[in-house]
């Protein structure tokens, strides 16, 4: 069965300081990996975008990477600040179908003060 | 360009009644979605149309009707609101499932049923 596990399920960090949230897919063979972030009472907005064969994309202070052969994504954050406060979803696009995204459950991160 | 909008922002219903979400997109998107998302549950697909007079099931579609008479609008209809239909609930486009395609998020409806 396809799936998108993401670890922790919520993460408190101080503000200025780094994260990393995780991502683990069963999905096989896939098209794209995407991270979402969603903001409080907001619709998720697209961050990074990988294909199969891409290992590293840059968005800013965001910078996802991809091992498609552990079947593993990472969401790296540096220098966090308030605003990065959100839900962050990993999204697996298979390649073909008329319903091909496989959603993660989210990570929530707060940063504080 | 407006992007996708969506209304009510907020509603609450008494079980038993129905109502229409309200869903539209300005970017000549042929594909349209719907989901919820619960706690804990992540975002789960309802329904879902590829194109004008053209819709499917998705996960979740019971208790929901959908249609698609133009390439801009694409309501959902709760048929008879029940306590579990509470939830958030998201509107979505992009282009026809090409691989690399950015699904566009409407801002959101909170329907609680009483």
């Known amino acids: 069965k396809n799936q998108v596990e993401q670890s922790p399920q919520s993460l408190i960090i101080l503000e200025g300081k780094n994260c990393t949230l995780q991502c683990n897919y069963t999905v096989s063979p896939f098209s794209n990996l995407r991270w979402y972030k969603q903001d409080t009472g907001r619709g998720p907005v697209s961050l990074t975008i990988m294909t199969f064969s891409e290992n590293t994309k840059s968005n800013g202070r965001y910078t996802a990477t991809l091992d498609a052969d552990t079947k593993q994504s990472s969401l790296h954050i540096t220098a966090s600040q308030l605003s990065d406060s959100a839900s962050y979803i990993c999204?697996?696009?298979?390649?073909?179908?008329?319903?091909?995204?496989?959603f993660g459950k989210g990570t929530r991160l707060s940063v504080i003060a | 360009n407006a992007g996708v909008t969506q209304t009510p922002k907020f509603q609450v219903l008494k079980t038993g009644q129905s109502m229409t979400l309200q869903c539209a997109q300005d970017?000549?998107?042929?594909?349209m979605s719907w989901y919820r998302q619960d706690p804990g549950m992540g975002l789960r697909l309802i329904h879902y149309s590829v194109g004008a007079g053209i819709t499917d099931q998705g996960e979740v579609p019971n208790g929901y009707n959908v249609s698609r008479s133009t390439t801009e609008d694409f309501p959902l209809r709760l048929l008879s609101a029940a306590p579990s239909q509470t939830s958030v609930y998201f509107c979505?486009?992009?282009?026809?499932?090409?691989?690399?395609?950015?699904?566009?998020f409407g801002p959101g409806t909170r329907l609680t049923v009483l």
């Open positions: 979505a486009s992009s282009y026809y499932l090409a691989p690399y395609n950015e699904q566009f």
């Open positions: 999204v697996v696009t298979l390649p073909s179908g008329n319903t091909p995204l496989v």
């Open positions: 970017m000549n998107h042929e594909y």
